[in-house]
């Protein structure tokens, strides 16, 4: 019995979210350093401590990367916060769950998309690597997995399955 096992970390771009909601937490915390300046308000300083507190927090919480882990024909994805909380997303057996693997452009995944009910996206959102599209069966239902492979990844999943892995 060969046991396979390949390990790939995918770093989140971060979100326009995060840096407008971090930006507004300085300008407001400076805004109430400004306020506390001119009236000598004691109200000022802790609200100003909090904006702060919240910008420094922000910048955690949208620090994101993902972790692939195919171990024999378990796919497991992990989302780790601030590299420091690590939470299970999903988990697939690739050999019963999994419906196609393909590029995401792939003309083999068009029939696929409208009979999809959940799209979840784990990659960096940069754009830079190859995403690939995975059809996977959750509870009676097929849902679209997005993923950026390695080719390491790639070859593991399709000594898998060779007749549902398109590489085009």
């Known amino acids: 019995m060969s046991d396979t096992y390949v390990e790939l970390l995918i770093k989140r771009k971060n979100s326009p979210i995060g840096k407008a909601l971090r930006f507004a937490c300085i300008f407001m915390g400076v805004m109430q350093i400004m306020?506390?300046?001119?009236?000598?308000?004691?109200?000022?300083?802790?609200?100003a401590?909090?904006?702060?507190?919240?910008?420094?927090?922000?910048?955690f919480?949208?620090?994101?990367?993902?972790?692939?882990?195919?171990?024999?024909?378990?796919?497991?994805?992990?989302?780790?916060?601030?590299?420091?909380?690590?939470?299970?997303?999903?988990?697939?057996?690739?050999a019963t769950e999994m419906e196609l693997f393909a590029p995401i452009a792939s003309p083999h995944l068009e029939r696929y998309k409208e009979m999809v009910n959940a799209k979840r996206?784990?990659?960096?959102?940069?754009?830079?690597?190859?995403?690939?599209?995975?059809?996977?069966?959750?509870?009676?239902?097929?849902?679209l997995i997005q993923l950026e492979v390695s080719d390491a990844l790639l070859e593991q999943i399709s000594m898998i399955s060779p007749r549902k892995v398109f590489k085009d």
């Open 121 to 143: 996206d784990y990659t960096s959102g940069t754009g830079e690597g190859v995403v690939y599209g995975l059809v996977v069966h959750v509870e009676k239902t097929l849902e």
């Open 61 to 94: 919480i949208f620090r994101i990367e993902y972790e692939y882990l195919l171990v024999d024909k378990q796919l497991s994805i992990d989302k780790i916060m601030n590299r420091s909380k690590r939470k299970k997303v999903a988990e697939y057996d690739l």
């Open 49 to 59: 401590l909090i904006f702060f507190a919240l910008a420094y927090f922000s910048a």
């Open 35 to 47: 306020l506390y300046v001119l009236s000598k308000g004691f109200f000022f300083v802790g609200t």
